[in-house]
């Protein structure tokens, strides 16, 4: 296959997994504002879903006051931040446009009618019934074409390289969103199983909807270290790190093998999921969350690094 | 629809009956249908120059134009016969030059042609091919004759939409096509694929790698090249995916370099390769040409080919027929007075209200005169214009065009349209899919059916049971 195209595949999976991830953080974030101020007093939802999304410098740069209308403007719809849903979503067109004969119809179609219909939503009004239209229909375009490139897509290179690129996206997305619960939304004064820590905790869950997987999985009332261990540790969650990682690491071997070759690519897959299976939630915590977190997104930042450099993008 | 003596053609019969059938309210739904379709589907094309939309939609007219199997068969005759002399002729003319040297057709009209490529004299070309794929345009009058109005020797362009109007046609009207054996199209993306790989250099193996170069999705026909790629299951590949070493054409993939023996190219000659043409060109591919040179990868089509479908070429085409051929062209000419002949030149000048006058070199309906519309300022600035340089132009009458039905708002009003159907030509024989690209001018009397100025497209139908002479 043409690098060219294995590097708009990556990408495009990664901007389609990106917009379902903004998604889900301001709807997250919009459960949150809506508590009664008695249960905490102090409002870090809206800094902190900059902060999950990475925007938070360029919007303090762009000189905005944090509050739901401009965070909900910036994620979501502004032009002016390279990564809002609109411009990922646009991305994803642009790049789905330029390897359309790598897509099947069923994925073009998802991009194209998300594409026109964008339109339509930016010039609608932003009250929170549309708003979560909005985001709703974000959710359902993603789901559509990943459950359109599953059921559709040959099991070739162009499969192998999108399923990489989003299942690297997902990684980086659910750690940074443990990373930010942990230091960022949690006030210092508030205790640790508190009533603001359980409905922030709660919100989390919900976002990566892993609410109701949460009490399959343990059984038990919502511990910080248990939603920590669903979201890094646990190989049935399908948004945990090792989870991410299992599907990374097969993707990339698959492309290995019908290359006839490995390289640092997959090793560099297999030592990080190494890690991650030999990690326990004790040692995790014990090391402290947010180094172990950093440090894992450092390293899938770098196999992102190293598949454009193996196959040439 | 109709005839001269207003009665309706033979082939139309069973679509007046059906048209009387239905309520006009279902044609209105099916209009609608028929634009959401196309415009999810993303078939659209971009329009330079235009801010507000450089994604638009070609208007698509939902009722189909006939055409009788037995009139398609002379044409078909005619359209490769054309093709045929146009490959002897620039064969001829990047070779021994043999038809200038007996004086049939002028030299200077030849090698001050702009889209002459002198880098291509003594040059021979795989299998001696130059035009792989054509797309000869044709008019009918009301007196029933087919007219060629242009040779498209580069790179045509349009066949995506002959092959997507058939699909939501079929998807839209399956009553209708019910009713009528249409000769079916689907196998034009096979049959070009087999002529690409026919035209593959001798050199390369029994499985020669073909791509399809596109200057990008910022192109206006980006559309079809991808479409096309992906039905021919072809690289769609741009001037950066490809490079050259030692004289061999190499695509990077993800599992390195692999090489390429035909490229179909839908790239003008100007922009191929940095080293030889525009040296600003960054949709090209640096040292092409000397692997074209060295016989290493076939072009389609091939380069310098635009002398060919110049339009004051054009009016030497029946002469040309005759040199290399030997027989009568079976397809007409409209007339044409060529202005760099002084009397031409004067008479045109004198009749420029009822004449259409082209630039030799413009194209999609740019640079312009329609006689009859235009204004009183208008004529005299192109008076001017012609008098500074008729070498630039020639000039037709306005045919009396024939018309076809087309669904419109108010119910079904006939339009002024032209066909463009595609030929295909390799080492192994020539075919034409039966059809073609039918153009439509949209507006009420209007001539023009580019698509850049605002012409539709409709499905074109070649039917089997219909008799030639009228009932």
Known sequence: MLSRTADNLFWLARYMERADFLARILQASRRLATLPRAYGGVETEWESALLSSGAAPAFHAAGLTVDEANVTQFLAFSPDNPSSIRNCIELARVNARAVRTALTVEMWEAINGAFLELKAFEQASRSAEEVTRFLDFVKQVSAAYDGGAHRTMLRNDAYWFSRVGLYLERADNTARLLDVKYHVLLPETEAVGGSLDYFQWTAILRAVSAHTAYHWVYRDSLKPWLVADLLILRPEMPRSLIACYESVVQNLDRLGKSHGKQGPAQRHARTVFGQLEHATIENVFHNGLHDFIQSFIADNHRLGALVSEQYLF | ?471
């Not at chain 2, 209708?176 to 000769?183: D, K, N, P």
């Not at chain 2, 039905?231 to 190499?250: A, C, N, P, S, T």
């Not at chain 2, 073609?436 to 139908?461: F, H, I, Y």
């Open chain 2, 1 to 471: 629809m109709d005839g001269v003596d207003g009665v309706t053609r033979v082939p139309y019969e069973k679509l007046a009956k059906w048209l009387t059938s239905v309520e006009p309210e279902f044609l209105a739904s099916r209009r609608a249908q028929a634009e959401l379709l196309f415009r999810r589907i993303g078939i659209t094309f971009a329009v330079y120059g235009s801010q507000e939309a450089t994604e638009r939609l070609i208007p698509f007219d939902i009722l189909p134009r006939i055409i009788a199997r037995a009139e398609w068969a002379q044409l078909e005759k005619g359209l490769i016969q054309r093709v045929k002399a146009l490959n002897l002729f620039l064969a001829d003319l990047y070779g021994p030059g043999e038809i200038l040297k007996a004086g049939v057709v002028p030299s200077e009209l030849v090698y001050r042609n702009p889209a002459f490529r002198p880098e291509m004299a003594g040059r021979r070309v795989p299998h001696d091919i130059f035009v792989h794929i054509a797309g000869i345009d044709i008019i009918r009058t009301d007196d029933d004759g087919f007219y060629v109005l242009e040779d498209n020797a580069r790179t045509p362009s349009g066949v995506s939409y002959m092959l997507e109007n058939r699909e939501v046609m079929m998807r839209l009207l399956p009553d209708l096509f019910g009713l009528h054996r249409v000769a079916p199209i689907e196998n034009y993306p096979d049959q070009l694929l087999a002529t690409l790989r026919s035209a593959a250099p001798r050199g390369a193996g029994a499985d020669p790698v073909s791509v399809l170069l596109t200057p990008g999705q910022y192109n206006s026909a980006f559309y079809e090249h991808s479409f096309l790629a992906d039905k021919l299951g072809i690289e769609l590949v741009e001037g950066r995916d490809l490079f050259v070493k030692d004289d061999i054409v190499y695509m990077r993939t993800t599992e390195g370099p692999r090489r390429v023996d035909v490229i179909y190219r839908r790239l003008d000659d100007d922009f191929l390769d940095p080293l030889a043409f525009r040296p600003d060109s960054a949709l090209g591919v640096a040292g092409l040409m000397g692997a074209y040179h060295a016989g290493n990868v076939t072009l389609a089509n091939a380069v310098g080919t635009g002398v060919a479908d110049d339009k004051a070429i054009y009016t030497y085409m029946p002469e040309v027929i005759r040199f290399y051929l030997g027989e009568e062209p079976l397809l007409k000419n409209v007339p044409t007075w060529r202005c760099r002949e002084k009397e031409a030149l004067a008479y045109v000048l004198d009749h420029l209200g009822e004449l259409v006058v082209k630039e030799v070199n413009g194209s999609g309906g740019y640079g312009m005169l329609v006689g009859p519309h235009a204004t009183k300022a208008q004529i005299a600035e192109f008076a001017a214009k012609l008098a500074d340089n008729p070498t630039n132009f020639i000039a037709q009458p306005t045919l009396a065009l024939s018309t076809c039905p087309v669904s419109v708002a108010s119910g079904v009003a006939p339009r002024h349209v032209d066909l463009r159907p595609f030929v295909l030509y390799g080492p192994n024989g020539a075919s034409v899919v039966p059809g073609g690209l039918t153009r439509v001018a949209m507006t009420e009397n209007s001539l023009v059916v580019n698509s850049s100025q605002g012409g539709g497209t409709k499905d074109t139908w070649i039917i089997d049971d219909a008799p030639l002479a009228r009932a």
